[in-house]
């Protein structure tokens, strides 16, 4: 596999369950040239939701088939996603009857599946839910799921792991043949900068927005987060006059934060180029004015910025193109993985797979196992009885039935500046979530990196404790200080350090 977003990810995880599972041993293994889940997969608005926009584009199957995957993930790693009520204000008598119109078909189309119905709140009651919002005639309210996108990443690979699947990250693909049925890829290991081959029965291709493939539109989609805005534990799905959706999400450490977006903008410049635009900026903070009118001063804390690959159709704007996905197999026999959503992630992996073993692994074919295996253990019911048992339930829902683990680090760390949990989530980090840098720790295992304002000095213990797991000397610490810098001042990722050139004598790989 190329490519460790979640698509990736999820294609690993599913070949190492079928290859376990039916006895079939498989070497399989991943690849990506930056750190997984560092481009797309991280940087969105961390919701598993079933599109209740995309209805106004009459796409019920592809809603359908992500209200459906929401349930799995509910049941595979529930301590990851978990529900989320919605507010919708509305404007009028005429937006009232028809997204009511369209919650209720959502429920429909959600069945059994069907969190909680959504339910109409007059304008009174949504103004005594949230005091702070302009008055609306009317509001509705609905359940979708909140996820940490980038986390649920790492943690389907390190169950593709666990099943005997190989993950290197930092590691690029520089040319890729294929000779008589047989792959033969050179490999460069970005960390140690030494060169290695490796040869494969098939390949598949997940690298989304870095795909060579000419079909693909590339869509930016960006997110500003600011001190919180709402006085409820609600998210706010708000309808804009121009026929988009904008959230408004309790996020951040104790929902300190809200984070806000996200925009539709045809990308035309480099996928290792990607921040947020003036008028992104703009647009964004008009939004919040329109909605918290006495907010609209407020400045932003950070913002991030991804690339949605999706597949080209005849849409004329960004917003109006489907999600639908596209899973095909070339003339040489590589599997490719276009188009589609974050939430459906897990049956796009199946295809992809199903795809692939009907030519090269028959044996395990129809093995799907995926919708009924719970991630590395976590179960709703292990789930529950450590929220039952625990007074840190914040912690549960980042690291599930790994918390005890996590927790048992606690005594061997000597933080400075930091508390001893996050110095035992920075150890926990090295030891299971291949972090090399510290965008890695501060962007990918957690989100702490958008929580604030920082400064060389606020980064400077974070850095210490890292580079105390990594075994860094000062100039290190300091060079990766300035790299992390450099990509909040961009916020980008890939341009902060892909293809800079790291001292990595003191480095290892988990």
């Known amino acids: 596999m190329i490519g460790g977003g979640i698509n990736g990810a999820g294609v690993l995880r599913d070949l190492a369950l079928r290859s376990h599972t039916s006895g079939i041993p498989l070497r399989l293994g991943l690849v990506d ?13 961390q919701l598993i ?20 995957e929401r349930a799995i993930l509910l049941r595979t790693a529930p301590h990851l996603v978990t529900p989320l009520p919605f507010l919708i204000p509305l404007r009028d008598w005429f937006s009232t009857v028809f997204y009511e119109a369209g919650l209720l078909l959502y429920d429909t189309l959600a ?19 949230e005091p702070r919002m302009r008055a609306f005639r009317a509001g509705a309210r609905f359940f979708d799921c909140h996820v940490q996108s980038a986390r649920l990443v790492l943690l389907n690979l390190r169950e593709a792991e666990a099943h005997g699947a190989t993950a290197l990250n930092y590691c690029s ?17 970005r960390i140690s900068g030494s060169p290695f081959s490796a040869q494969a029965k098939t390949v598949v291709d997940a690298t989304g927005a870095w795909s060579r493939e000419k079909n693909l539109r590339l869509v930016r989609g960006s997110h500003l987060i600011f001190p919180r805005l709402s006085t409820s534990e609600n998210a706010i799905a708000y309808f804009t ?6 959230f408004f999400i309790p996020w951040g450490r104790g929902h300190e934060l809200t984070l806000v977006g996200t925009t539709d903008v045809d990308h035309q410049g480099d996928a290792d180029s990607v921040h947020i635009s003036d008028d992104e900026v703009r647009y964004l903070r008009g939004v919040v004015e329109e909605v918290f009118p006495d907010e609209g001063a407020v400045e932003p804390v950070s913002a991030y910025s991804a690339l949605r690959p999706l597949v080209r159709d005849q849409s004329s704007s960004a917003t109006k193109t489907s999600r639908e996905h596209r899973i095909w197999a070339d003339e040489r026999g590589m599997v490719h993985i276009s188009g589609g959503k974050y939430t459906t992630y897990r049956a796009m992996s199946e295809e992809a797979v199903d795809l692939l073993c009907s030519a090269h692994f028959p044996g395990i074919a129809a093995k799907h196992v995926t919708a009924d295996t719970a991630i590395l253990g976590n179960t709703p019911a292990a789930v529950q009885a450590l929220l039952a048992s625990s007074d840190i339930p914040e912690m549960i829902h980042d690291y599930g039935v790994e918390t005890p683990a996590l927790l048992d680090l606690i005594p ?15 150890a926990f980090a090295v030891r299971n979530e291949w972090v090399e840098h510290l965008p890695d720790l501060l962007f990918v295992s957690t989100y702490w990196g ?23 000397d000062e100039a290190r610490v300091e060079q990766e200080i300035a790299i992390c810098h450099a990509f909040l001042t961009l916020s980008c990722y890939a341009a902060a350090f892909c293809g800079s050139k ?9």
């Open 49 to 68: 939701h079933g599109g209740l926009r995309y209805l106004k584009n009459l796409e019920f199957h592809l809603v359908s088939e992500a209200l459906s």
């Open 450 to 472: 958008y929580e604030k304002r920082w400064t060389a000095e606020l980064l400077w213990p974070y850095a210490r404790a890292l580079g105390a797991q990594l075994q860094w």
């Open 241 to 246: 006059r121009d026929g988009r959706v904008v």
């Open 502 to 510: 790291l001292s990595s004598s003191s480095s290892k790989r988990p």
């Open 33 to 45: 040239r930056a750190h997984f889940s560092s481009g797309t997969s991280g940087r969105n608005s």
């Open 173 to 189: 693909v520089e040319n890729l043949e294929e000779k008589a049925g047989l792959w033969h890829v050179d490999l460069l290991d």
């Open 111 to 129: 069945g059994s599946n069907r969190m909680e119905r959504f339910r109409h709140l007059s304008g009174k009651a949504l103004n005594a839910v």
């Open 412 to 426: 061997d760390v000597e933080p400075v500046g930091i508390s001893k949990i996050e110095a035992a989530q920075i």
